[in-house]
């Protein structure tokens, strides 16, 4: 049965104040405990951080060595980050009673939920992703992968020869789209356009609005207030289509990624509809601005060089995956959308030879790992063929220098799906038509991405009839 909106609401209200980021503060762990680091204020290294990431953390870098230490707010908290592939390899192994990534992902709790694969940890996530990961296997995969070109191929059909745009917004719809219809399994055309914006305004959160979160009274003004309203509504519209889904009469024979989880019975273990609710949010945003960025980088990149866009032109059309998938990866090498990777520390640990305590988070640096000169030859330029180079037993970059979709048991569990979607998106636009990059671009933060600051401008043409 659905729920009221009032009672909507007030699930909304409750999911807040329970995840509000000051109810995890711990006590302040001494600086000679820790790693070296600035002396200033937590508010100041947060902004750092948060707002100047692709800047600040290199410059930490320079200042202080492969591991070191960053202050955030509320309460101080000590994060600290490490440069080296040993040191990832030893946080991606360590073990999960101890190095929480739940915790350390604790900034997003308010929007995407407790019960979120993102924010729990120990016997929770094993139990969660043992629910989800029947909806994300190859079989799955491959059953979205016509759908996803289907809305490619519509969005590209929609470009005009000479037109200008910003890549960024394109993607962004076009992911947005898969996101609906594959995950919510929603084609009803005025449920669509009631859902585009509430998640549209859920992923377009600053900095400042995240940060927010861990002062209850600012969800009463200004952009947090309208934020929350934003969520409510969301949690609605969410809420009313699992109750429609669960009493859908071809429930059993429907493949999106909804019904799947609604399907799903481990021995009498089923996802309630708040498990459902959170994890679809999820899905949602890290599903959705992730890839888009990505390709929209990777639209732009190969844009600025003709030889690569030849090169691309020709695997889209011969059906080249590895190539298609080798561009995907280095534009999220070369433009890491997620900066970090993160646990919490549940006890004292050693990392890379350095005795941490309780209560620190620590994480392997993506920005660091994937600009590292010892990682990637030559790091500054856009080399897809770099993902299909051998080096001894290996095709590709060494483990633990390329970690977009993080590590361990943690692993992304959608890195698969991203993945294929890229490649179907990438084959779509390069058998169509040619690609120019216009300006140039750098990275700007929004929300916990980062994105293209003039939104990976780009030219397309059609050199042929149109398909």
Known sequence: MALTDQQVSHLTDERLARTTLRSGVRARIPANQLPPGLSWPAIFQSIGLMRFRHRFVPWMHRRFGDVFTVRLIPGSQPLVLFARPEHAREIFAGDPACFHAGKGNAVLGPVMGEHSLLLVDGAEHKRARKLLM??????????????????????VSTWNDGEEFRSLDRMNRMTLEVILRVVFGVTDGERLAKLRPRVNDTVNISPTIL????????????????????????????????????????????????????????????LSDSELRDQLVTLLLAGHE??????????????????????????????????????????????????????????????GGIDLPA???????????????????????????????????????????????????????????????????????????????????????????????EGARIRVNWPGPRR
């Open 134 to 155: 029947p909806a994300f296997n190859g079989a799955a995969l491959h059953s979205y992968e016509s759908l996803v070109a289907d809305v490619a191929r519509a969005e």
């Open 211 to 270: 940060l927010g979160w861990g002062w209850p009274k600012l969800q009463r003004v200004g952009p947090w207030k309208a934020q929350v309203e934003n969520q409510r509504e969301l949690d609605r519209l969410i809420c009313a289509e699992i109750a429609e889904r669960r009493g859908a009469p071809d429930l059993a024979e429907r493949t999106d990624v909804l019904s799947r989880l609604i399907l799903i019975d481990d021995d009498g273990d089923r």
């Open 290 to 351: 992730t890839t888009a960025t990505a390709l929209a980088w990777a639209l732009y990149e190969v844009g600025r060089d003709r030889e690569l866009l030849a090169r691309t032109h020709t695997a889209a059309v011969e059906g080249d995956a590895a190539w298609l998938e080798a561009v995907l990866k280095e534009s999220m090498r070369l433009h890491p959308v997620i900066p970090m990777v993160v646990r919490t520390l549940m006890k004292p640990a050693t990392i």
């Open 359 to 453: 209560g620190v988070t620590v994480g392997p640096s993506i920005i660091l790992a994937h600009a590292r000169e010892q990682n990637h030859v030559r790091p500054g330029e856009f080399r897809p063929e770099r993902f299909l180079e051998q080096h001894g037993n290996r095709v590709g970059p060494a483990v633990n220098t390329w970690i977009p979709f993080g590590g361990g048991v943690r692993r992304c569990i959608g890195a698969g799906f991203s993945l294929m979607e890229g490649v179907a998106v990438l084959r779509e636009v390069f058998s169509s038509c040619d690609v120019t990059a216009i300006g140039d671009d750098e990275p700007k933060v929004r929300n916990i991405t980062s994105v293209p600051r």
